[in-house]
């Protein structure tokens, strides 16, 4: 395995061992690692690789042994912000909120070379939008929330004030729950946004950062530009930016070629060609999208199976109803029985 594909498929175990830290998980981390198949001896070194996902998992089936189904935010904000990774340094060194919210865009591929950060700039405000790459992790309603929630809370950490943003959009599979989410992350909640953010008024922007050292700041950030150097972002396959394009229009209608190649620039015959390349096909991403926002959404007791087939593209529930059980060999409203 190349350097570069050893980076894209693993990330730090920063997250991992601040979520085995918290107390009230304790008593359900063993099982949980059993579940995901990942040993103790992963945590053992700081910062140690992880399987790229592994939070995203450990999260779901934590919820799932905890019965709880906003684990996610609520852990992200209840670590420690304050670990060894060389973005949290940074973070934490920043002279301002403005100059934090930049470094983590610019330094995030540095631990992960498929995170996609960046900011948009309006009138008022600014957002740090989180793009999470990969379809597990886009579906996933534990990891999104999880993540903003961590990032939240290392800057709430670093201006001392829990005030400082003024709403979250979610651009995951979540369609209920926004009221409790609001109470979690302490400002308003936006759910099936079109992109997952934090938004800061411009207000706070200028709020500085506790004990801040300029000096070292220096010395990070140089460092941090030559391990970029070396890495750098991990390109997102056509796979994935058909993927993308899929869960953005599922509730439209269903899935299809000519306006998805149209939607990526390019011909249906080179995007057919091109995902070939890939060993894969667009039919072939179209029902592996389908089928994973179905389990999704079919975890969502407030959702009716009509609304399900809905969501997922599908004319009615019938169809749907086809799809699912050619795809699993279940019909939608056994496969939900199972999941209560």
Known sequence: MTTSSLLADHVPNHWVRSMAALPHLADHMDSAFAAIKLSRSALDEIGGPVPRGTEAALLTRLAEDLGSPYLGAE?????????????????????????????????????????????????????????????????????????????????????????????????????????????????????????????????????????????????????????????????????????????????????????????????????????KDEGTSFRSLAQIVQLKLAKAFMGDPHLSLAEVAHLCGFADQSSFTQAYRKWTGQTPSVARSSLK
Not at 241 to 248: C, N, T
């Open 75 to 275: 852990t992200g904000l209840a670590i420690d912000p304050r670990n060894s990774a060389l973005l949290t340094y940074i973070l934490f060194n920043s002279n301002h909120l403005q100059e934090a919210l930049h470094h983590v865009c610019h330094f995030a591929p540095v631990a992960r070379p498929q995170s996609r950060i960046k900011l948009k700039e309006s009138a008022d405000h600014i957002d740090l939008i989180v793009d999470a790459t990969g379809l597990d992790l886009r579906v996933g309603i534990h990891w999104v929330e999880f993540s903003l929630a961590a990032m939240l809370g290392a800057f709430q950490t670093a201006i001392n004030s829990t005030s400082i943003a003024s709403q979250v959009g979610l651009a995951n599979s979540r369609r209920s729950g926004r009221e409790t989410l609001s109470g979690i992350y302490g400002c308003s909640v936006v759910l099936n946004a079109s992109e997952n953010f934090l938004r800061f008024p411009k207000s706070v922007l200028n709020l500085p950062v506790r004990h801040a050292d300029p000096g070292l700041l220096g010395h990070l950030t140089s460092y941090g530009e030559v391990l970029l150097k070396r890495s750098g972002p991990v390109p997102i396959s056509l796979s994935e930016q058909v993927e993308r394009h899929l869960l953005h229009g599922m509730a439209i209608g269903r899935p299809n070629l000519s306006a998805t190649a149209k939607g990526l620039g390019m011909s249906e015959r080179t995007l057919s060609r091109r995902l």
